[in-house]
């Protein structure tokens, strides 16, 4: 058992020490009524009360006696209640913590990280992992108390009740069983260190479909693939129940393991009674003290199945929490208010993985320019406009705006400077004002409602059952595709940043809301630096100046005209899609 893994996560208990003091005071009485308590009585209750030929007790006395019982079990049941009802207390501000601390580490974490990383997978860890790990944590620090505190009060009880009547062999017995059950639990544990990482991997999977699921329900439903996502979902859980099984298989070996190894001690004991004839009372003390002492021994055993299981869970949370964050403040940042918006690329190259994706770039967008970004699909456009935010940074070269290298600014100064509309705006399940608000979270109502005029986003707006009070369903599902478009655009003039990124989106939207977005966009990008990444040429009217990209090079610049009489690529992508 290596309990030393879980010490750092004891700091989750920080903030809830209180708690956790009382509820290990309550884990000791609990432990000593348990321990001493019951043997104790067995050994002087019994044969007072049991002694028919003494004269009869004083009732008081005789009361005394049968209240010993109850009383042992109230102050053990009361001990026991309160030590679990704190120690939830306990645990459920640990989870809290490793949540908060796990998504705040999810946010911390840079773009490339969640090309990796399914969100399905991410949301499992995020509350399967950190729920075994919140139970093994409050479990493990509980019973690491109260059971060796209970075995104390049974050894004690023990030793007393020998060396009462000069028998030591019921000790020798004790502690003869006690090292030949350490076996079991050291094999069965590694066993169930193995399984429960299945386990946690296989929940990994079914969240994982069911978010994959749950996210394509229109494709499903559009090319009939019910039924096949229902076998895939059935195999997933087959293989689930499978690993669940194989953990049940070893976790709930180990006690049933440490009991008849137990009987057998109380089996000899039985044979050894008899032999040199113990008084019953005695021997009734002798076993339940003997039993009493088993007992924490088979939970100790079952508390170090749980560290296994919480190992498991842990090393999925660390595997994240230790991600290196590889996009981070500079550490003496240039302090940056308001840019200008030039932008320079300077001998740019970049890979997602090992193939290089934009080679040797090397362009200057002055200020104030409106440039399109155009080319074959996975020419490089949209990663060329991702670099600007810093949402990746380069393999090599410098992308600089007006002059500062973005990794020298710190990461909020830089895009506090820069808006993006992409391509399937997403908004939040929220009001209508909040999700404009997002651009700027300080700006007034007026400004609000200005952003959404200058978007031709009031009008509709206005006539939606509570206007900007309207909550408009997970990622605005009430609204339709140029609504949307209209209020991610909203949040881009409120923000009022001096860049602009806007993913041109691929889905034609009709002729009134392409118009009225296609107007709206004309006046946002006024003064601003702007890159669009553009699928359609519609959007090219409004650019003064034309990225041409082909396979991560830009192989042509300048203006529709000149490209379109001394460009290749650019000439053909353009009479396609005329
Ligand atoms: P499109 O017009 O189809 O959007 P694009 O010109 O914007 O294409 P990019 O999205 O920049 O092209 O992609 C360039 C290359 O990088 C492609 O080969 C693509 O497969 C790859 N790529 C893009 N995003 C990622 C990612 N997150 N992880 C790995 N590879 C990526």
């Given amino acids: 058992m290596d309990f030393r ?81 704190l120690i939830n207390l306990c645990g ?39 729920n075994q790990l919140q139970q093994t944590v409050t ?86 693939l019910e039924q096949r996502e229902i076998e895939s979902f059935r195999r997933l859980m087959d293989q689930l129940i499978h690993a669940q099984m194989k953990v049940v ?23 050894y009674a008899h032999l040199v004839q113990i008084p019953l009372e005695t021997f009734v003390a002798l076993v339940g003290a003997l039993y009493m002492s088993y007992d924490p021994v088979k939970r100790i055993g079952r508390l170090s199945n749980e560290l296994k299981k919480g190992e498991g869970a842990l090393e999925r949370i660390e595997a994240i929490l230790k991600e290196p964050v590889t996009i981070t403040d500079p550490e003496n940042p240039v302090p940056v208010q308001r840019l200008r918006g030039e932008i320079h690329f300077d001998n740019v190259s970049f890979a997602y993985g090992d193939e290089p994706v934009l080679r ?21 456009k949209s990663t060329f406009a991702r670099l600007v935010p810093r949402f990746y940074d380069v393999v090599s070269g410098a992308v600089k705006i007006d002059g500062i290298d973005v990794r020298a600014m710190r990461l909020a100064d830089l895009r506090a400077n820069i ?60 609204l339709s595709g140029g609504q949307r478009q209209r209020l991610a655009l909203a949040r881009a003039f409120l923000r009022n940043a001096p860049i602009l990124i806007l993913d041109e989106a691929t889905s034609a939207l009709d002729a009134e809301s392409e118009e009225m977005v296609q107007k709206a966009l004309a006046r946002l990008v006024e003064g601003k630096t702007v890159l669009i990444i553009a699928h359609r040429f519609s959007t090219i009217r409004i650019a003064s100046r034309i990225l041409v990209f082909d396979a991560g090079r830009i192989v042509g610049e300048g203006d529709h005209d000149t490209l379109h009489a001394g460009n290749d690529v650019y000439r053909r992508l353009y009479d396609k899609q005329r």
């Fill in 5 to 85: 893994r879980f010490l750092p996560y004891t700091k989750y208990f920080r903030g809830t020490r209180l708690a956790l003091f009382w509820a290990l005071v309550c884990a000791g009485v609990y432990g000593i009524a348990s321990g001493f308590g019951l043997p104790f009585m067995i050994q002087y209750v019994f044969p007072k009360v049991f002694d028919f030929n003494a004269p009869p007790l004083d009732p008081w006395v005789l009361a005394g006696y049968v209240l010993w019982l109850p009383g042992v079990f109230l102050v053990r049941g009361l001990a026991g209640y309160l030590n679990i009802y």
């Fill in 249 to 271: 298989k070893y976790a709930e070996a180990l006690s049933p393991l440490i009991e008849i190894l137990s009987a057998a001690g109380v089996a000899i004991a039985f044979l």
């Fill in 92 to 130: 459920v501000r640990v989870l809290k913590k490793i949540r908060t601390e796990f998504f705040a580490k999810l946010q911390a974490l840079p773009v490339a990280f969640f090309d990796r990383h399914s969100t399905g997978d991410l949301l499992s860890r995020a509350t399967n992992d950190t």
């Fill in 139 to 224: 479990l493990v620090s509980n019973e690491i108390f109260r059971q060796p505190i209970t075995l104390l009060g049974a050894i004690g009880a023990l030793i007393y009740l020998s060396t009462k009547h000069n028998d030591v062999v019921f000790l020798l017995l004790f502690f003869a069983i006690v090292p030949i059950t350490v076996f079991p639990i050291r094999i069965i544990g590694g066993k169930l260190l193995k399984k429960a990482r299945l386990l946690q991997g296989e929940l990994g999977s079914v969240t994982d479909r069911m978010s994959e699921n749950l996210n394509s329900r229109l494709e499903i439903r559009a090319f009939g």
């Fill in 360 to 380: 040797g770039i090397t362009t200057h967008i002055p200020a104030g320019t409106v440039c399109a970004l155009v080319g074959p699909s996975g020419a490089g």
């Fill in 419 to 478: 808006a993006i509309v992409s391509q399937e705006p997403i908004l939040f399940n929220d009001t209508v004002r909040n999700n404009i608000l997002v651009g700027r979270p300080d700006a007034t109502a007026e400004e609000v409602e200005a952003a959404a005029r200058n978007a031709y986003a009031d009008d509709f707006i206005r006539k939606l059952p509570q206007g900007y009070e309207t909550i408009v369903g997970e990622r605005g599902a009430s």
